[in-house]
T-cell receptor, first 114, second 112 residues
Framework: AAGVIQSPRHLIKEKRETATLKCYPIPRHDTVYWYQQGPGQDPQFLISFYEKMQSDKGSIPDRFSAQQFSDYHSELNMSSLELGDSALYFC?????????????FGPGTRLTVT | ELKVEQNPLFLSMQEGKNYTIYCNYSTTSDRLYWYRQDPGKSLESLFVLLSNGAVKQEGRLMASLDTKARLSTLHITAAVHDLSATYFCAVEGTGTASKLTFGTGTRLQVTL
């Protein structure tokens, strides 16, 4: 079965640079979530989109922005990167309009800021 | 604000032994999840618990939910080395497309 696709899988950036992470949900899924997991930490919710509209927002820095496009894929844009942004970034998707709330996680993007 | 507490944080157990991981949460929720994570890998869904008294079993793992006590347990029976991983419980908030709030995770190490 098709899963959530994230690209790139690994990304190395320098401080103050910009990064864009992409997420392709499971086909037909209408909802995308972004989570950040620092080393040895639990995943922290950043933001979610349902039917291309922002649905819920967590502790996402103002330097980060995200959107969901007409084909339901999502992009997380991160600017003025800091060392503390180094983490695993997970995207998850679900099918809310059919009452299927379970979130399926992608493989993650490992971002290293040097 | 929803808070999720998980204990123990670290668990070292011998193969063949039984143990339980506990997950407490602070506010009412409709859905509780258990995930497994291997180092550097993604989150693998183990169980989805939707109602009070729900019990689900898969192999050596069994999860239960008591919504009145706001408590879920993950019981490990006759542990084997392959179960070594970090286990997270996660509670879903209310509303459409709500976030998951994760517990701190339990790092399980099963020794031979």
């Amino acid at each position: 079965a098709a899963g959530v696709i994230q690209s790139p899988r690994h990304l190395i950036k320098e401080k103050r640079e910009t990064a864009t992470l992409k997420c392709y949900p499971i086909p037909r899924h209408d909802t995308v979530y972004w989570y950040q997991q620092g080393p040895g930490q639990d995943p922290q919710f950043l933001i979610s989109f349902y039917e291309k509209m922002q649905s819920d927002k967590g502790s996402i820095p103002d330097r980060f922005s995200a959107q969901q496009f007409s084909d339901y894929h999502s992009e997380l844009n991160m600017s003025s990167l800091e060392l503390g942004d180094s983490a695993l970034y997970f995207c998850a998707s679900s099918l809310i309009r059919e009452g299927l709330y379970e979130q399926y996680f992608g493989p993650g993007t490992r971002l290293t800021v040097t | 604000e929803l808070k999720v507490e998980q204990n123990p944080l670290f668990l070292s157990m011998q193969e063949g032994k039984n143990y339980t991981i506990y997950c407490n949460y602070s506010t009412t929720s409709d859905r509780l999840y258990w995930y497994r994570q291997d180092p550097g890998k993604s989150l693998e869904s183990l169980f989805v618990l939707l109602s009070n008294g729900a019990v689900k079993q898969e192999g050596r793992l069994m999860a239960s939910l008591d919504t009145k006590a706001r408590l879920s347990t993950l019981h490990i029976t006759a542990a084997v080395h392959d179960l070594s991983a970090t286990y997270f419980c996660a509670v879903e908030g209310t509303g459409t497309a709500s976030k998951l709030t994760f517990g701190t995770g339990t790092r399980l190490q099963v020794t031979l």
